[in-house]
């Protein structure tokens, strides 16, 4: 089956800095990645998807971009606020079935 | 529209109880799935369902049962809990048909003693 990797497992950056999150996946056959939210205590929320036939897609602070070749996938937040302050996983799928999941980056945005 | 309702929130059982981790959703949406999330593993895949009457393991199946009777409910089953079996629970639903992303439950809070 699918694996997919996720790094870092925590990242902390300053209030109004970027924040990058990379992830891999081993299936070439997966067309369809999203990305999750997930706040302390509650479950896990879509922010952005993308799928295999775009390379970039962005909205407002939050894109995402896809490098099918290499198999890798990354989430990009601009402009971090405490706000952002969460655990973001990645996800691959094959026609958005199954989904596997990295294992997860804890963002800590410092104020 | 309710979304996807888990209930309960928050369970203990003895090790050797059994129990169910009810699942219902109201989107209309075929698939269904289960997962467990624990610290520093991320989200592992029990079970899932394409629709009504067809079921599937996923990662981690072992000493879970699911059963998808309708559309709209996908219970868990926890047959003989043991400790290792302390997780946080999600089920998760989304249309089969092209590529969208998973809407989750708010989660059952499990733990064995």
């Known amino acids: 089956g699918e694996n997919v990797e996720q790094h870092p497992s925590t990242l902390s950056v300053q209030e109004g800095d970027s924040a990058v999150i990379k992830c891999t996946y081993s299936?070439?056959?997966?067309?369809?990645f999203p990305w999750y939210k997930q706040e302390l205590g509650k479950r896990p929320q879509l922010i952005i998807d993308?799928?295999?036939?775009?390379g970039e897609k962005k909205d407002q602070r939050i894109a995402v971009t896809l490098n099918k070749t290499a198999k890798h996938f990354s989430l990009h937040i601009t402009e971090t606020q405490p706000e952002d302050s969460a655990v973001y996983f990645c996800?691959?799928?094959?026609?958005?079935?199954?989904?596997?999941f990295g294992t997860g980056t804890s963002l800590t945005v410092i104020p | 529209n309710a979304g996807v309702t888990q209930t309960p929130k928050f369970q203990v059982l003895k090790t050797g109880q059994s129990m169910t981790l009810q699942c219902a959703q109201d989107?209309?949406?075929?698939?269904m799935s289960w997962y467990r999330q624990d610290p520093g593993m991320g989200l592992r895949l029990i079970h899932y369902?394409?629709?009504?009457?067809?079921?599937d393991q996923g990662e981690v199946p072992n000493g879970y049962n699911v059963s998808r009777s309708t559309t709209e409910d996908f219970p868990l089953r926890l047959l003989s809990a043991a400790p290792s079996q302390t997780s946080v629970y999600f089920c998760?639903?989304?249309?089969?048909?092209?590529?969208?992303?998973?809407?989750f439950g708010s989660g059952t809070r499990l733990t064995v003693v």
């Open positions: 299936d070439s056959a997966s067309n369809y």
């Open positions: 996800a691959a799928s094959i026609a958005g079935n199954q989904f596997y």
């Open positions: 989107m209309n949406h075929e698939y």
């Open positions: 998760a639903s989304s249309y089969v048909t092209g590529a969208q992303g998973y809407t």
């Open positions: 993308i799928r295999s036939n775009v």
């Open positions: 369902s394409v629709g009504a009457g067809i079921t």
